[in-house]
């Protein structure tokens, strides 16, 4: 019976060799297509690596501010402040973590030895990297106390430290970013964009910088 079937498709494929082949390959694509979206949802939504509480977090990624009584229509919908995040989701006792994330923003990273670059870096707290689970190859992370105090310590990509060094073994080096000394506390595994709340290819504390005095 088999052999049949066999015997039916070959005497088909000789018949109409233009239809059978393109049947073939647009069932071909058309599974392909399938396969690419359903793989592209997955590594979206499920939890993976370095997002790997997705299933269990609340993402806010913008607020609507209009005046006390006004009108829907006469609304802006923006990124919130530090100030806001801060007054709004960091005392709440019903999270096990609370981290503010900036949107990455392109800088030059370079050293003084004329090495440079152009990277994403994303501005974060401590509470960062409890959420979202890195791979450290050096160092470690920059602490509460870092954060707190607004030191400048940063956290690079593996590409980022391979490009600038040479190696991922650069913890407790010093690299610059738009001419501002950073001291590096450690290198992660590269991220992918995929991740977008996740990804960066330097990330420092907000508190090192103006971000958190901006109000609006």
Known sequence: MIRLYFQQALYHLRENPIITWVSVLGTALSICMIMVLVITFQVRLVDCEPEVNRSRSLYVSAMSVK????SD???SNVRMSVHT???CFKPLTTAEAVTLISLPEKVRAS???GEKTTVDMVQTDEAFWHIFRFRFLSGEAFTKADSDAGLARAVLSATVARRLFGTTDVAGKTVLLNHVE???TGVVADVSMLATSAY???WIPYNSTDMSQITW
Do not use: C, P, T, V
């Not at 005046?67 to 006004?70: H, V, Y």
């Open 73 to 75: 229509g006469n609304s």
């Open 85 to 87: 995040g801060r007054e």
């Open 200 to 202: 960066a290819q330097i």
């Open 182 to 184: 950073y001291r590096i």
């Open 67 to 70: 005046e006390k009584g006004g």
């Open 111 to 113: 050293l003084s030895a």
